[in-house]
């Protein structure tokens, strides 16, 4: 009864107490506010180009002059988007894996204590075969991450219009003409075929062969032991 019916909600709670996640709101507001920071700070460098270049003093901002200067302008602040991108990757990147590896720990931790219950195999090992388990899930959200790093790359990483900030004043700036819907990366659904299905659930059938070997064997010993007379 303590194996079948203790053990599942206590390993997910002994699972978040050894490796708590931040939830994801919160992850996600990290990401805005790096993102937003980063960002500010690149439109107030490519102001101080706009700024030079033009002559304009702090706080105008004119799109005319800006087209008329425009080689110029788009050659020096070039090296600025990039190291905004390159920093707001290498940020954002960190802040995700660092959520990865908590996540990951708390799944093994917690997939380790329920292992000790056969009923937790079963439904892990049900659940996976139905293609609604934690395997499953976690094959949609790799497809997913995946999916947004192509669409970074797409729309992010050489974005088509940028603003440019002169102190109190900025304008949007048009790089190149942006990517039409259909040019788009598509999305890349995780495999959906029996052979997938039954890798994500071998370590939890593993464990119910293992636990009917053993119930099996003690079985017989305990028979073979036994004193009919």
């Excluded at 290498?90 to 720990?105: G, H």
């Excluded at 052979?195 to 017989?220: D, E, K, N, Q, S």
Aim: glycine share 4%; aromatic share 6%; charged share 25%.
């Amino acid at each position: 009864v303590v194996l079948v019916l203790a053990v599942p909600p206590l390993a997910s709670l002994i699972g978040r107490a050894v490796s708590p996640v931040p939830p994801r709101q919160t992850i996600e507001t990290e990401k805005r506010t790096i993102e937003d920071d980063l960002r500010r700070e690149a439109e107030f460098a490519m102001g101080a180009v706009y700024r030079e270049i033009t002559g304009l003093p702090e706080g105008w901002a004119d799109t005319r002059k800006y087209q008329e200067h425009k080689e110029a302008i788009d050659r020096q602040i070039a090296p600025i988007e990039v190291a905004y991108l390159n920093k707001r990757r290498q940020r954002v990147s960190e802040l995700e894996r660092d959520a990865e590896r908590r996540m990951n720990r708390q799944h093994q931790v917690t997939r380790a204590i329920m292992a000790l219950s056969p009923g937790a195999a079963f439904a892990t090992a049900a659940a996976d075969l139905a293609a609604t388990g934690d395997a499953h899930r976690r094959a949609w959200l790799e497809a997913v991450s995946r999916h947004q790093s192509r669409l970074d790359e797409a729309l992010f990483d050489d974005p088509p219009t940028i603003t440019i900030r002169n102190k109190g004043a900025s304008f949007v700036a048009d790089l190149r003409t942006p990517p039409a819907v259909a040019d788009l990366p598509a999305f890349v659904p995780p495999r959906r075929d029996v052979r997938a299905i039954v890798a994500r659930a071998l370590p939890a059938l593993g464990v119910l062969a293992l636990y009917t070997g053993l119930f099996i064997a003690g079985g017989f010993v305990a028979f073979a032991r036994y004193d009919v007379r």
